[in-house]
């Protein structure tokens, strides 16, 4: 079947602006996560919803980050006033449930000028 | 302290040779444990988990040591095809959370 898709692959910003990305996790999986890897390093857990709702937000640098995940499927990860140290690949997993294995989209590479 | 510490290498490795790579986890908490494969602009994909009694699949070999608090891989036969970034990957709790990742050791296997 599908695996978790991702859009855009890439995306241009200017510092200051506001951007979405989008994850389409594997149908059935009620667990989704987003990671954030920057060159070089391994990817770092951002939030974890169950469901609908944010089960675990504790990796969220600050409040120009937020996402939400309405109907349980897909999820949008929202970025306010993009600064240049945003720079990074966006990672989206989602697991069938809980504790299972995860499997990551492609990504989207957030490039911000 | 980093969570999860990898040498970084890069280990460049005759095709045909045998290469190990360990990493240590700092939370003597931790629950479940796994090795990630990720190849280069591409997401990272599951290459095995890790338990206490070793596990192996075909040439790879995984072990954790919970009383020194890490995690080895060990890969037989290389080929060309396992060059790439292995990710070291712990989970913190017993239930559903975030994976914390290492920086990854790279690994080339050369002809």
């Known amino acids: 079947g599908a695996g978790v898709s991702q859009t855009p692959s890439n995306k241009v910003t200017e510092k200051g602006k506001y951007v979405e990305l989008r994850c389409d996790p594997i149908?059935?999986?009620?667990?989704l996560y987003w990671y954030r890897q920057s060159l070089g390093q391994g990817p770092e857990f951002l939030i974890y919803?169950?469901?609908?709702?944010?089960?675990?937000d504790s990796g969220l640098p600050n409040d120009r980050f937020f996402a939400v995940r309405p109907e349980g499927s897909v999820s949008t990860l929202k970025i306010q006033r993009t600064e240049r140290g945003d720079s990074a690949v966006y990672l989206c997993?989602?697991?069938?449930?809980?504790?299972?294995?995860?499997?990551f989209g492609p990504g989207t590479r957030l490039t911000v000028l | 302290r980093k969570e999860v510490e990898q040498d970084p290498g890069p280990f460049n490795v005759p095709e045909g040779a045998t290469v190990a790579f360990n990493c240590t986890y700092s939370?003597?908490?931790?629950?479940?444990f796994f090795w990630y494969r990720q190849d280069c602009r591409k997401e990272p994909k599951l290459l095995m988990s890790?338990?206490?009694s070793g596990n192996e699949d075909g040439r790879f070999t995984a072990q954790l040591n919970r009383a020194s608090q890490y995690i080895s891989l060990l890969i037989r036969d290389s080929k060309l095809s396992d060059s790439a970034t292995y990710l070291c990957?712990?989970?913190?709790?017993?239930?559903?959370?975030?994976?914390?990742f290492g920086k990854g050791t790279h690994l080339i296997i050369q002809p």
């Open positions: 997993a989602s697991s069938p449930g809980p504790a299972d294995t995860q499997y």
């Open positions: 149908s059935g999986h009620t667990a």
């Open positions: 919803f169950q469901g609908t709702g944010a089960a675990d």
């Open positions: 939370n003597s908490a931790s629950q479940s």
């Open positions: 890790v338990y206490s």
């Open positions: 990957v712990v989970t913190q709790g017993g239930g559903a959370d975030g994976l914390t």
